[in-house]
């Protein structure tokens, strides 16, 4: 599941600021992915997984592997996702 949140998370109420922050997202059957604006305005990326599935290194392994996905699909639009996944440069 990919959640993508296409709002804005700072607030302004009269010059009061608020931030809209996810405090939960309920159990993952397997694995999530949200992503949404950072603080800083730069691409925040949510990895959460199902303990019972996936050992506690995975969700670092799969921002690594989906970040190098997301990074060649910036620099190559047209090139289609399968044909990522036999670049002899994927670890």
Do not use: K, Q, W
Request: charged share 25%; hydrophobic share 45%.
């Amino acid at each position: 599941m990919v959640n993508l949140r296409p709002f804005e998370t700072e607030l302004d109420f009269g010059g009061i600021r608020g931030r809209v922050v996810s405090l939960a997202s309920g159990p993952v059957d397997d694995l999530s992915v949200s992503a949404a604006a950072g603080p800083d305005g730069r691409l925040r990326l949510d990895f959460d997984v199902n303990p019972a599935r996936y050992e506690e290194a995975e969700p670092v392994r799969f921002a690594h592997l989906f970040t190098e996905d997301l990074m060649a699909l910036c620099r190559a639009p047209d090139v289609p996702v399968a044909a990522l996944r036999a670049s002899p440069t994927r670890h």
